[in-house]
């Protein structure tokens, strides 16, 4: 996406939560929401990779923030570089798609603790567009009605990954 896609994009999404009966916010955080925090848009964070297919295609089991669990399987591992950091992730396959959790190390500062998601758009076997200027916050972000997977150690990384949504702020996240 280009970057006034990505606004686009975002802008959208704003109005989806602010305005739409189905928003993850309840009436009175729709009222006072003032937008999400994003990142600037990076193009060096728009990736295509190539995966590494997972030999074992068993499930794995996934925790959820209300102690829940759900059943993903490993598709594949890719390897990427932020500045001098080289990073590895893997991408789940869900019954909806593909899915890719992560923890940066931003967690609890400028990013989700629990960390952010992606769904990674498949274009060929082994080949997925990774746009981390698209990550974004798990609903149970907002309320504690969302029932969310919780990122599996294997995707926690050590770097600092400065693209999509941030940390909510603003009053209106204190009327969860």
Known sequence: MSAEQVI?????????????????????????FTGLEYYDYDPSLELTVTIQRAEDSDPIQVFTNLNGIQNYRRCGTFTFSIGDEQARLTIYETAHGFFLPFVDAGA????YGAGRY????????QTFRVDFNLAYNPLCVYSDQWECPITPPENRLKVAVRAGEKLPTGDWIKLR
């Open 8 to 32: 686009q994009y975002r802008q959208q999404k704003d109005r989806y939560f602010r305005n739409h009966p189905d928003s993850p916010l309840n009436a009175a955080q729709r009222q006072a």
């Open 108 to 111: 609890n500062v400028e990013t």
């Open 118 to 125: 992606l769904d990674p758009p498949q274009i060929d076997e």
